[in-house]
């Protein structure tokens, strides 16, 4: 993965939008969420009451007018002439699992052995609060009932706090912004099969301890800071290979 500083991506993150152009004819609307580009929106990512399974039959004109707003997490980065994919259906990715506001669906990472497949599932039935759907990740595989809730539970609260900042003032604004690049791949990638994650950055590696300490303390061991005279990447051929 590489972070630049001028390319700064905004998939994940969730924003207010405001309504600007409904198209019955794509069945979707353009999108007002900040950016210099309106973002798209297809009628299939829509949240209304009584939806089944995150989709609704009902057309975009019959959901959506010019000027209303709406919460939406983009899903797809602008690329050239076309506008960032957004989604009216957020889901906010944690440690173990992703959290899916308004929906009741349990989904297990298909690579995960089954007999773990079921225990997941038992476990996270026992905590799941009603009315979130959960995304089990393969990162779950070692993790405890109790860290299983703890992602849970902080998840809610940051749910929470997103619907709260939503309803305080107008769109379109930014109404959570997803980590930066470094804390994505821990929270995605690193798990308890790694023997050790070296860092060559002093404040990368504050910013991956702080993280794990409250995501994921058993890891905390396994992070190193790299302070030898030689650079990192070619102590290990990483710019070779």
């Keep these: 993965y590489v972070a630049r500083e001028d390319s700064d991506s905004v998939a994940g993150n969730i924003y207010l939008g405001v309504a600007r152009n409904i198209l019955p004819g794509m069945e979707a609307a353009f999108l007002d969420f900040g950016a210099s580009k309106n973002g798209v929106l297809y009628a299939s990512d829509i949240s209304v009451s009584g939806r089944n399974n995150g989709r609704t ?112 003032g107008n769109g379109p604004r930014l109404v959570h912004k997803e980590p930066e690049l470094l804390t994505k791949v821990i929270r995605e990638h690193f798990t308890a099969d790694f023997r050790r994650l070296l860092l060559d950055h ?10 794990l300490q409250a995501t994921a303390p058993d890891l905390v061991s396994k992070v190193q800071l790299y302070e030898d005279p030689i650079p990192l990447f070619d102590r290990y051929h990483v710019d070779d290979q």
Aim: charged share 35%; aromatic share 4%; net charge positive.
């Design 57 to 168: 039959q009902k057309r975009i004109e019959e959901v959506l007018s010019e000027g209303d707003e709406v919460l939406v997490q983009v899903t797809k980065d602008a690329m050239g002439a076309k506008g960032a994919r957004l989604t009216g259906l957020p889901s906010l990715p944690g440690r173990y699992l992703v959290l899916v506001p308004d929906s009741d669906n349990v989904g297990i990472s298909r690579r995960l052995p089954d007999s773990d497949r079921s225990r997941l599932r038992e476990a996270i039935n026992k905590v799941r609060p009603k009315g979130y759907g959960v995304i089990v990740r393969t990162a779950a595989l070692y993790a405890s009932p109790e860290e299983l809730a703890a992602d849970i539970s902080r998840l809610v609260k940051q749910w929470e706090k997103i619907k709260e900042d939503a309803s305080n």
């Design 202 to 211: 002093k404040e990368s590696y504050d910013t991956v301890i702080k993280y």
